[in-house]
């Protein structure tokens, strides 16, 4: 059975540091080795410690202390904090919408191309900064059939709280690595077109095609490419992939948001059975 820690204060605990820590903080918390990273409700939780993540300590408000939090809980784990929801609440800049956090150890993230070999979709993502589209799209990614996502040094960390909480936790379902340090994906498109992948960026561009094409539907393997919210992919990353891809859009709407448009190309370009 885990230990129960009741506290009247996070002083009383390691969250108050670890709390007052920027994420980026935290991510460099045990530097050389990996550091932590924050999870935020049961699912979540729960996801991540099936990937092999473990937890270094949870904190738990008394009105979520129930079975399905308790089943978290390892044998004879140390670590456990329990407070009155009124102290979680004075938790500055956190919604705890579950009343559960739990810090938890990060793994080193590593990329062997070698991995691609019986994959047929990649999503390749460009810079993408906000972690609530990034949550979105691995959500999507999880569940339309991508078999991995490729991140440039640019992305937000799918690890950071909010955007494992929007994914709900199958950030830590589905694989992802950073591509080489570079300003755009095109290395890693170029990467992906020599492991035998076609490649199609998601861009308004004149000779794109339309994301129905049949052509692109029947490709055995693909990576779809998706850019930063705003500005889209880079001219570079464009031109290293063998196809623009369009989503048609009515009434003089020009593009959806990346998370919205990242659901519509994975559902229509998914492996055909």
Not at 211 to 239: H, N, V
């Amino acid at each position: 059975m885990a230990q129960i820690n009741e506290i009247k204060s996070l002083s009383e605990s390691p969250w108050q540091e670890w709390l007052s820590c920027s994420e980026t903080q935290l991510f460099h918390y045990y530097e050389p080795s990996p550091g932590l990273f924050i999870a935020e409700s049961p699912n979540v939780i729960a996801r991540a410690m099936a990937a092999g993540y473990k937890p270094e300590s949870f904190l738990i408000g008394r009105s979520q202390y129930g079975e399905q939090v308790k089943a978290l809980l390892p044998e004879d784990f140390q670590s456990v904090y329990l407070a009155d929801d009124a102290v979680l609440n004075t938790i500055p800049g956190i919604h705890l919408t579950r009343g559960v956090l739990c810090a938890m150890r990060r793994k080193p993230i590593g990329f062997d191309p070698a991995s691609l070999q019986n994959m047929k979709r990649i999503a390749v993502l460009e810079n993408i900064m906000n972690p609530t589209n990034l949550g979105a799209i691995f959500r999507s990614a999880a569940a339309l059939g991508v078999d991995a996502v490729l991140l440039t040094q640019g992305c937000t960390d799918p690890l950071y709280r909010r955007a494992a909480r929007v994914s709900m936790g199958t950030v830590f379902q589905i694989p992802w690595a950073y591509l080489p340090d570079a300003p755009d994906a095109a290395d890693g498109i170029r990467m992906l077109r020599e492991a035998g992948f076609s490649t199609a960026a998601m861009a308004l561009c004149d000779d794109s095609f339309n994301i129905d094409a049949p052509q692109i539907k029947a490709e055995p393997r693909l990576a779809i490419a998706l850019g930063t919210e705003g500005e889209g992919l880079s001219a570079a990353t464009i031109s290293a992939c063998d196809r623009t891809v369009r989503i048609p859009m009515l009434h003089g709407v020009d593009s959806l948001n990346v998370a919205a448009a990242s659901a519509v190309a994975f559902w229509e370009l998914r492996a055909q059975q």
